[in-house]
């Protein structure tokens, strides 16, 4: 049987490829900067306790492994590090351990049409790397998911306010994929021969219609206010004078992707109404 170390063990879907290889009795290692986030899946997992953005902390932590899983990433992280840093370098350092210990197969996943937004900062990092992996010799597999479910609470915070604002009409689809399903599309790519996988959840929504489910969520009218697109672009502009990098790449990122349709192959079985029912219940 394989074994398969997690990177990005501790994240929104990372904890969920742990949850699901465990549910398969896969044994794994989780790569993680500290222990303490993954207490909950002792003693059914190894644990590697490193910072992946230390080639040298990485030593050994592939030792064993058959296959690597990488969500490696920044989302919220307030340390100093960049993009690169983390998106690129850190799962380069992971590439190079595993091909040192002879790791046969390295999953990544970035995002949906990362490869044609590379003049954002996160998408230049997350690309850099994938052109890595994909000369490194080794069997790979890019998996590109449209967003999170998590990505969407933004909506619900907004709904449970009081009104929705949107760029434009809000006609731009997507089709965002929990982060239990995205995890299985993972682990089914251990076996799988393709080399990019594009996937997005079971049910696709305009962005008027995301903000319908998150009001019917959170039992309030539907009040939608739509900003003009020239607002922004003098958003985009402004924060890129006034930001640091990092702050600004995750507003660059936001402010792009939501004028665009980010919609790809349905999987899963997890709908967006149940997940906002959930926040309703924490």
Known sequence: MKRVLVAGSTGYLGKFIVQNLIAKKIRLVALARSSVKLEE???????????????????????????????????????????????????????NEAKRS??????????????????????????????????????????????????????????????????GRGEY???????????????????NIEKEILVGGPEVFTQVELAKVAFEAVGKPVKITFIPNWIRIFLLTLCKLFLNAKRYGSIEFFLNVLVMDMNAPKFGAQTLSRYFQSLNEK
Not at 173 to 189: R, T
């Open 41 to 95: 899946f002792q003693p059914d997992i190894d644990i590697f306790e490193a910072e992946a953005t230390n080639a040298r902390a990485l030593v050994n932590c592939c030792d064993g492994v058959d296959v690597v899983i990488s969500s490696l990433g920044i989302t919220r992280q307030q340390d100093g590090l960049s993009y690169m840093d983390v998106d690129y370098q850190a799962n380069l350092n992971l590439l």
């Open 173 to 191: 689809q997507s089709n965002p994929i929990h982060g239990d399903d995205l995890a299985k599309v993972c682990i089914d790519a251990i076996a």
């Open 102 to 167: 002879g790791v046969k197969k390295f999953i990544y996943v970035s995002a949906l049409h990362g490869d044609k937004l590379k003049q954002l900062k996160i998408f230049e990092a997350k690309e850099k790397f994938v052109k890595e992996l994909s000369e490194s010799g080794l069997d790979y597999c890019v998996v590109r998911p449209t967003g999170f479910f998590s990505d969407m609470t933004e909506f619900y915070k907004m709904a449970d306010n009081g009104r929705v604002y949107l760029f």
